[in-house]
């Protein structure tokens, strides 16, 4: 659980890429695109575990009451 929020809240430390995705976007030379293809990796690989984190809450505070 530590581990998903500290992922969430440092999102920007994550290098999550495909080996041709990476290759592809290397060899620009701006490196605007693939810092924004990164982020959008990153985005899409956080929200799972957000819901799924939010769902063991949820079950959580109902078991205790």
Do not use: H
């Not at 976007?25 to 990153?42: D, F, K, M, R, Y």
């Amino acid at each position: 659980m530590i581990l998903v929020i500290g992922l969430a809240l440092f999102p920007s430390q994550l290098e999550a890429q495909c080996a041709m995705c990476r290759a592809v976007l290397e060899s620009e030379e701006s490196g605007t695109a693939a810092e924004g293809i990164n982020n959008g990796i990153v985005y899409l690989m956080a929200i799972p575990y957000v819901l799924v984190a939010g769902v063991f809450y949820f079950v959580y505070r109902k078991m205790r009451s």
